[in-house]
């Protein structure tokens, strides 16, 4: 019979055993009965032969080798009843660690998604993406031009392919009637071939959708086929109308696949060489380049980020060739030596292979170190929880402590109650761990709704696969034994009779102080002032961010975010555009003025430009760059910009008048050396601009950036551009005035497509959502660190003076005053709490580094936040203590007394 | 009966593994047999100790040497008798090969001391 059958076949065994062991005593008292023995004399002579029946039956188990298991299995069951005869105590701890865990277990799995998953591509480790310094500055670039693409393929041999894609942008296809936003990548046609990736239906992209004569084609991701169509199969085969395009849909990616971008969904991918056609104008790097023309053809648009499939054994010879050719055309374009350092600088430039195994990650960036801050703090939560349950358990074990007791007497060893009892907390562990995974998969994607900057959630695939359920399992056990090991030691440490002296009453004095509790106590509050002052520092920094002047009025302007470029408009038709949507968004009641700019306020699309002061000799090193924004005559009044200097533009500023431009200080500043600048002149290369305003500084993009460096021009004198922007300044309710603007534009004209109409003050907010989540989650963290500390505190305070109710009782009768008794237990517990402030100030100090780069504002080593975060947990402590003190305050002690 | 034994040994484990296999080799006994065989046989100088019985039992068991089932005793009690598996045969033959080897050559040391 091998050892798993005898495991589970223990029971059926045990009672073979039995009815055997009988069968032999029976046969033996027989045996004596036959040989004269009175029966009662012969059974007893029988049973001495045998030995006692339960040890033999005992060896015979050990024998089975199934041992271990078994007491394993008796402990658990027994831990299950003793857990079912408290279930007030069990489910509340089962709930707490539920919580903890799953907490825990949600911010892995969503570390694991952001950080540390591969793409759903076939041998992600063999992917790269081509990476270079970009020639203009030494950010990181992964632009290349098409025919850049091209040579950089023909020195590889035809084993190694690369493969392009532009970024991932916003385009709209036609359906039902209106413009319905989706994602879309333009792509080399070998981009799926080098990826690895297959169809769910149809085909996907090859080679040949390259070549100029093949039929327009477009490939849809299976998330869209499933939102957009329904999973109609119909659609393979059929026609959509992309930016107005048409287009055939060829077929559908297989599920699961959404690009390269971990956070960034994308719907439908098409050749690269549609991109005049779809007027596709993602992120570019310009040089000696129209924009305006298709950019296939150009070498000095770079568009694409190159991608290359590369096995190890060849990598190295990969970069090298690729490397050289980089450099090869690096020397080339910069024959030209008049221009020594600048041509030094743009000679760093270096071509690597970066891996691509997990995706591009804009998230991975941003997220990086709050994640990691938060995953400090929910295994500090995890902590504290462990830390309370350990106490409570510690309590409860005292109060069955005559039960251990009376298993010593009968035989039981320390390391069985040691096991018992840490069984005991393993299964209530556990049990929290299975309720865990409901908390964590609500928790995850809570999280990540709480991270997305904008009204829909980062698409992040968060899975209870195989990683985040074994982490869970892993964190289950190790909070078990956590939990575990110090009511265990306890238990172990259980005399034969020593709770039945005096009536049950633990004699010593160390035992009835709970030393291990306190001990407990101490580290919850010391953890809890880590979690407060963390909290602290994140709900200031966001303070101080949403105190920052922006330099406008935020809160009362509303932005309608338009895509006139997307409904397909031409340049010419653009003024008609621009007038109507003027006059209709300006009779809306509740409106005092409107505009129109290029780009809007905290959207975070800007152009930036390179501007020259005429007779300012400048060092080549010195930062040329601008931003720049085309802006209608009412701009400045609308959105609140105060004009410091000059006048805002008028109407008289139009095409073939003088060109003129308003400034911002930074701008004036950095450019002139002072804010006396209206009248000067400036321009990219010539002068062709004069300063006609100065605004005060202002904070178009984001509240965390400093004052931008901003030239505003009229509208009027670049008709060719496309506004992104209609502000409004809502004196009436926003809601209702936004409901008003989104018909206003559609009566302009219905296929304009209108991302959303929003007050510009929530654009802005978006890009704290990162402060807000950190402030948002290290204060609950904090509010249940603070509220475990106080139960902890109020547990082993009320433990400790119901068990000297005797001792206390005595003081009282040789004269003591409650006062003196009440303030005898407060000082008691004001020591724990000052001696876990001491302790938490001290594991503070290490972690300060993690939230360096959170905080805003104020140092992570802020007194004022930290001394708060302590009056606080002692006014929590002493509050917790209050009730218990009070109690032993009001022993009577005749009744304490008489009770012994 | 004479429930005193000449001797008493403190039997090993394994020898008292051996006597077993040994005695359910030409027949199959039960437990309480088995142990009357043992005392027969060795001329009441073996006495196995009646509680070491059964786990050995177990022990044979579980390593496929013995195979132990329930059957009506002549006298009409239920019991579990054990017989040899084929597995059990070769290691008794092993052993006993072994045992003659040793006693042979304590013998010969002890024979020429």
């Known amino acids: 019979m091998s050892w798993l059958s005898r495991l589970l076949r223990s029971r059926t065994l045990d009672r073979d055993l039995d009815r055997e062991l009988r069968a032999h005593l029976d046969l033996m008292t027989d045996d004596l009965i036959r040989s004269g023995i009175p029966p009662e004399e012969a059974r007893r002579q029988a049973a001495i032969a045998l030995g006692g029946v339960e040890q033999v039956k005992e060896a015979s188990r050990d024998a089975r080798g199934t041992r271990l298991v078994e007491d394993w299995w008796q402990d658990t069951k027994y831990a299950v009843r003793s857990l079912r005869r408290a279930p007030g105590f069990s489910l509340a701890a089962i709930l707490t660690l539920a919580v903890g865990i799953g907490a825990n277990t949600a911010v892995w799995s969503v570390i694991d998604a952001v950080m540390f998953r591969s793409l759903p591509v076939e041998r992600s480790g063999e992917l790269y993406a081509l990476r270079h310094s970009a020639p203009s500055g030494d950010d990181p670039s992964y632009l290349f031009s098409y025919p850049g693409m091209g040579r950089l393929r023909d020195v590889l041999p035809d084993s190694i392919p690369i493969s392009g894609m532009g970024s991932i942008v916003r385009m709209y296809v036609a359906a039902a009637g209106r413009a319905e936003p989706m994602q879309a990548q333009l792509v080399s046609g070998n981009w799926f071939q080098v990826l690895g990736v297959g169809a769910a239906r149809g085909r996907l992209l090859n080679p040949g959708d390259d070549d100029a004569g093949s039929p327009p084609v477009a490939v849809l991701s299976h998330t869209y086929w499933d939102r957009q169509f329904g999973r109609d199969p119909a659609i393979v085969g059929g026609v959509i109308r992309l930016n107005g395009y048409p287009l055939t849909v060829a077929g559908v990616v297989e599920p699961g696949f959404g690009g390269l971008t971990v956070g960034l969904q994308v719907d439908l991918w098409i050749p690269l060489r549609l991109q005049a056609e779809v007027r596709y104008s993602g992120g570019a790097w310009s040089r000696d380049a129209n924009t305006d023309e298709p950019w296939l053809p150009q070498d000095g648009i770079a568009w694409l980020t190159l991608v290359t499939r590369t096995p190890a054994g060849a990598f190295q010879q990969t970069e090298a060739r690729l490397a050289g050719q980089f450099r090869a055309e690096l020397l080339e374009r910069n024959s030209d030596t008049s221009d020594a350092a600048g041509r030094a600088r743009r000679l760093r430039a270096q071509l690597v292979l970066e891996p691509l195994a997990k995706g591009f990650s804009p998230l991975r960036q941003a997220f990086a170190d709050p994640l990691q801050a938060l995953m400090v703090g929910v295994g500090l939560v995890l902590l504290i929880a462990c830390a309370n349950l350990a106490g409570l358990l510690i309590a409860r074990g005292a109060a069955r402590s005559q039960e251990a007791s009376v298993r010593v007497a009968l035989g039981a060893r320390a390391g069985r109650l040691f096991r018992q009892s840490l069984t005991e907390s393993l299964t209530l562990a556990l049990a929290g761990g299975l309720v865990s995974l409901l908390v964590a998969w609500w928790g995850g994607h809570a999280l990540v709704r709480a991270a997305s900057s904008g009204p829909q959630p980062i698409p992040l695939t968060l899975a209870l696969d195989a990683r985040v359920l074994g982490f869970a399992a892993l964190l289950s056990v190790v909070t078990g034994l956590l939990l575990g090991l110090a009511p265990a030691w306890r238990a172990a440490r259980a005399v034969p009779f020593g709770s039945f002296q005096a009536g049950g009453r633990i004699a010593a004095r160390s035992l009835h102080r709970l030393p291990l509790g306190r001990l407990l106590v101490v580290s919850q509050i010391a953890l809890s002032l880590v979690l407060l002052a963390a909290a602290g520092l994140f709900v200031r920094t966001l303070r101080n961010f949403l105190a920052v002047d922006t330099g406008y009025a935020a809160e009362q302007v509303l932005e309608a975010r338009v895509d006139p470029r997307g409904a397909g408009y031409s340049q010419e038709a653009l003024p008609g555009l621009y007038q109507r949507l003027l006059d209709a968004v300006r009779v809306i009641p509740g409106v005092s003025s409107v505009s129109l700019s290029m780009h809007g306020l905290g959207v975070g699309a800007q152009r930036i430009s390179d501007f020259r002061v005429p007779g300012v000799d400048r060092p080549p090193e010195f930062n040329r760059q601008g931003q720049e924004n085309f802006v209608t005559p009412g701009y400045f009044a609308t959105v609140g910009m105060v004009m410091l200097r000059g006048r805002p533009f008028t109407d008289a500023d139009r095409l073939g008048g003088p060109r003129v431009a308003v400034v911002s200080e930074a701008f004036a500043r950095h450019f002139f050396g002072t804010l006396d600048v209206v009248g000067k002149r400036f321009g990219y290369d010539q002068p062709q601009f004069e300063i006609v305003g100065l605004v005060r500084d202002v904070r178009v993009n984001a509240i965390k950036q400093r004052p931008t460096r901003m030239v505003f021009r009229p509208l009027s004198q670049v008709p060719e551009e496309y506004v992104q922007s209609v502000e409004a300044r809502a004196d009436g309710a926003p809601a209702e005035v936004a409901r008003m603007m989104r018909f206003a534009i559609a009566s302009v004209d219905p296929d304009l497509p209108v991302r959303e109409v929003v007050p510009v003050a929530e654009l802005l907010s978006r890009g704290l959502s990162r402060e807000r989540l950190l402030a948002r989650l290290a204060g609950v963290f904090g509010v249940m660190a603070l509220l475990l500390a106080a139960i902890g505190l109020y547990g082993v305070v009320a433990y400790s003076v119901a068990q000297r109710t005797n001792e206390l009782g005595i003081r009282m009768a040789l004269g003591a005053r409650p006062g003196a008794v009440r303030a005898m237990v407060l000082r008691d517990s004001l020591a724990m709490v000052l001696t876990g402030l001491a302790l938490g100030i001290l594991l503070w100090l290490p972690l300060q580094g993690l939230v360096r780069n959170l905080v805003f504002g104020l140092s992570p080593r802020d007194p004022t936040t930290l001394v708060t975060a302590a009056v606080i947990l002692s006014l929590v402590g002493l509050l917790a203590a209050a009730l218990p003190a009070s109690r032993a305050a009001r022993v009577d002690p005749a009744q304490a007394l008489r009770a012994q | ?113």
Not at chain 2, 34 to 43: M, P
Not at chain 2, 58 to 71: D, F, M, P, T, V
Request: positive net charge; glycine residues 8%.
């Open chain 2, 1 to 113: 009966m004479n429930p005193d034994p000449l001797v008493k040994p403190d039997l090993l484990q394994g020898t008292l593994d051996m006597l077993v296999l040994r005695t359910v080799a030409d027949e199959a006994l039960h437990g309480y047999a088995i142990a009357q065989r043992i005392r027969l046989v060795s001329g009441d100088r073996l006495a196995i100790p009646q509680g070491s019985l059964y786990p050995s039992l177990r022990r044979l068991e579980n390593q496929a040497l013995i195979k132990g089932e329930w059957s009506t005793a002549p006298s009409g009690r239920e019991a579990r008798v054990y017989r040899l598996t084929a597995k059990g045969r070769r290691r008794l033959d092993a052993e006993l090969r072994e045992w003659r080897e040793l006693t042979t050559a304590i013998g010969l040391v002890l024979g020429n001391a």
